[in-house]
């Protein structure tokens, strides 16, 4: 079975400055992907970045990116120019893209970001 | 386009009391699924379904029961409420491989 450690419970920065989240995660398979996701206090999920497992290339959304390192098997998101919106909680989460298995979503445990202005 | 759709958003129950937790997506996707948020615990998977008539348990199933009549229901009941069934519940659709899921808003349940 596959696992996700977020094992940062909490981080602060400061407002336009970056900071990194750090995920790893365990899996025997070879075809995956990678999500972050920001619940922010309304409790909604949404969805921030997705990573494919055979990309070799960091996605990135604006100020959001990730470090995706397949061998290492971790997955970090940096957030540039932080922003008071940003503070939230982050999840990581893993997907396998085998059949009949790709509806379910492994999660780490969340981290808690604030932002100090 | 509603996305995700779950009621009620907040509910008290009593212990033994039984209840459904609803949720209907009208973006036609096949998997859909029900997690609970605790605290430090992350989301964990109660259920899902790959399409109509086809359900599975997750990583802690027990106390819930679920059925998929149509692509755009997946009901989530809760036969006989614990107090440990306290919880926010999430349920979350995608379309097939690769996606992201999409969230409901949640549902607050509290059982004393």
């Known amino acids: 079975a596959q696992t996700v450690t977020q094992s940062q419970p909490e981080m602060s920065v400061q407002e336009a400055e970056t900071v990194t989240l750090s995920c790893t995660y365990d899996?025997?398979?070879?075809?995956?992907?990678l999500f972050w996701y920001k619940q922010p206090p309304s409790r909604q999920m949404i969805l921030v970045i997705r990573q494919e497992a055979y990309k070799q290339q960091n996605a990135t959304e604006n100020r959001f990116s990730v470090n995706f390192q397949k061998a290492a098997k971790s997955f970090s998101l940096k957030i540039s120019d932080s922003q008071l919106g940003d503070a939230a909680m982050y999840f990581c989460?893993?997907?396998?893209?085998?059949?009949?298995?790709?509806?379910?979503?492994?999660f780490g445990k969340g981290i808690t970001l604030s932002v100090r202005p | 386009n509603a996305g995700v759709t779950q009621t009620p958003k907040f509910q008290v129950l009593k212990t033994g009391q039984s209840m459904t937790l609803q949720c209907a997506q009208d973006m036609n996707h096949e998997y859909m699924s029900w997690y609970r948020q605790d605290p430090g615990m992350g989301l964990r998977l109660i259920h899902y379904?790959?399409?109509?008539?086809?359900?599975d348990q997750g990583e802690v199933p027990n106390g819930y029961n679920v059925s998929r009549s149509t692509t755009e229901d997946f009901p989530l009941r809760l036969l006989s409420a614990a107090p440990s069934q306290t919880s926010v519940y999430f349920c979350?659709?995608?379309?097939?491989?690769?996606?992201?899921?999409?969230f409901g808003e949640g549902s607050r349940l509290t059982v004393l």
């Open positions: 899996t025997s398979e070879s075809d995956y992907y």
């Open positions: 979350a659709s995608t379309k097939g491989r690769g996606g992201g899921l999409f």
């Open positions: 379904s790959v399409g109509a008539g086809i359900t």
């Open positions: 989460a893993y997907r396998s893209a085998a059949t009949g298995a790709n509806s379910k979503l492994t």
